[in-house]
């Protein structure tokens, strides 16, 4: 028997109910946000598995006569493929604001390196910025999917009004300022100096993994939004928290429904 008189499979029922609950209000709230100031984006892994027979296929068609090149060097061994499970985030400083946008599965060759983004990839997740208020500066990585043409710089693919600063991470730059204008709602347009860098939404990853099992499993999208859920609501008492979610929930109408298997 678990503490409080619940067997193991009861406790593993109520565990998955209070992670679709706190899961299904950070996606609820997460759809209201809007950002100014200073955001901060990046791409976070938070597991792998073997990929699927489909995606296997899909990658043998992408890269014609590397199954057979790899059984030609190894004899004996077959070529292992792995899906990389990643999210996109956004996140305000001085917020716990956290917009969580989730990539397509990498498929990559067991132990090569970890895949980076494409800008198709991390599309939807910029495209988030359209809301945000002009002069609102965005900081990233020099991840090549923001790169624009022989310049590198991504500007011209930002939404309209959004200011775009990079560190260098590969060179090892993870803090440097600039001078940039602000024109939010509450002051007027001005030159300010600020910091650029990622250590906001780096931090932020940090405490997400934290409750993560090593191998969440099948219900990797409940964690990973439950997990958002309380870090979004951190100020707040946990069962307070899970209160409103339950109350916020019973006045939609509808049932708590499973959210889409982590891999599917």
Not at 29 to 40: C, K, P
Not at 74 to 99: C, M, N, S
Not at 245 to 258: D, F, M, T, W
Request: charged share 30%; glycine share 8%; net charge positive.
């Amino acid at each position: 028997m678990c503490d409080g008189g619940y067997n193991h499979k009861q406790a593993s029922s109520v565990y998955s109910l209070v992670n679709r609950l706190a899961a299904s209000a950070a996606l609820r709230e997460q759809e209201g946000y809007t950002f100014d100031n200073v955001a901060e984006a990046d791409v976070k892994g938070f597991g792998r598995r073997a990929a699927t027979a489909d995606e296997a296929k899909a990658w043998n068609r992408a890269h014609p006569g590397e199954a057979a090149k790899y059984c030609k060097e190894h004899p004996g061994q077959e070529l292992q493929l792995v899906a990389h499970h990643r999210d996109w985030g956004i996140t305000q400083r001085g917020t716990r604001k956290l917009f969580l946008v989730p990539l397509p599965h990498k498929v990559v060759k067991k132990g090569d390196a970890y895949p980076g983004e494409s800008w198709e990839e991390v599309r939807p997740g910029v495209q988030r910025l359209r809301a945000c208020a002009k002069g609102t500066v965005f900081c990233t990585d020099g991840a090549k999917a923001y790169a624009q043409g022989k310049t590198k710089k991504a500007t011209k693919k930002m939404p309209k009004g959004i200011k775009h600063e990079t560190v260098d991470h590969y060179n090892n730059q993870y803090v440097r300022f600039a001078k940039v204008h602000f024109n939010v709602a509450h002051a007027i347009s001005k030159k300010r100096k600020i910091q650029v860098g990622t250590q906001k939404i780096e931090s932020t990853w940090k405490r997400l993994m934290r409750p993560m099992p090593d191998n969440p499993g099948q219900e990797l999208r409940a964690r990973l939004h439950s997990a958002q859920f309380f870090f979004m609501a951190e100020e707040e008492d946990r069962m307070e928290a899970l209160g409103r979610a339950s109350r916020e929930q019973r006045a939609l109408g509808v049932p708590l429904k499973p959210l889409p298997l982590a891999w599917s």
